[in-house]
């Protein structure tokens, strides 16, 4: 029988506002869903109500973390969890409702086929709302600059609503990313399309978070911008 199990991990710092929703929202989809939230010491007690959630529900995990140590390393310690854990299927979402976990079967049926599923926001169109005109532009441009420079034939690869099936990860040194944000978003489809796995994508539609803040900052923006040529010239002269 295929082991079908399936790990959803959500990155937090303060979604206090979002977690108590999100997590049954998600665990809604199937019995085969769990989510593992990897908290960075959230002041608003984020942690604290994960650990509520898991008094009546044992498909939540909790890794509490104890500083804000950034996006990357905590999709990367949520890596390893799945791979200790026997996990199939991983995904990445965000807290705050800008994924919608009503589209995680779909993306879970796309990657009977596919390694790694990406809910992309370009690939029919522009699917994003309640975006200012700056940052979609922002955005687009983003991906179309990688795509250019890379080379890798992907619309949204600064997109965070990700499933990798387990071999993608097993395959990837994940020691050695320490990128975060749209940077480590570019890195690790880069990483799985140069090993020669199958990167798919499926149209969804990326709503603003509801409540929050965003963490996006120029720090994420410069960081993706110099990521793509690292891993250009990594792949010409034999790095990856």
Known sequence: MMNNRTLVIIPTFNEAENIPQIVPAILKQGPHFEVLVVD???????????KALQQSEKRVHLIQRQGKLGLGTAYVAGFKYALQHSFEFVFEMDADFSHDPVELPRLLKKAETCDVVIGSRYISGVNVVNWPLKRLILSYMANLYTRVITGMPVRDATGGFKCYRRRVLESIDLDAIHSNGYA?????????????????????????????????SKKIIHEAVWMVWKLKLKSIFGGI
């Open 40 to 50: 960075d010491n959230s002041p608003d007690g984020t942690a604290d109500l994960v």
């Open 184 to 216: 480590f978003q570019i890195e690790t489809n880069f990483l799985a399309y140069k090993k020669g796995f199958k990167v798919c994508e499926i149209p969804i539609i990326f709503v603003d978070r509801r409540v929050g803040v965003s963490k996006m």
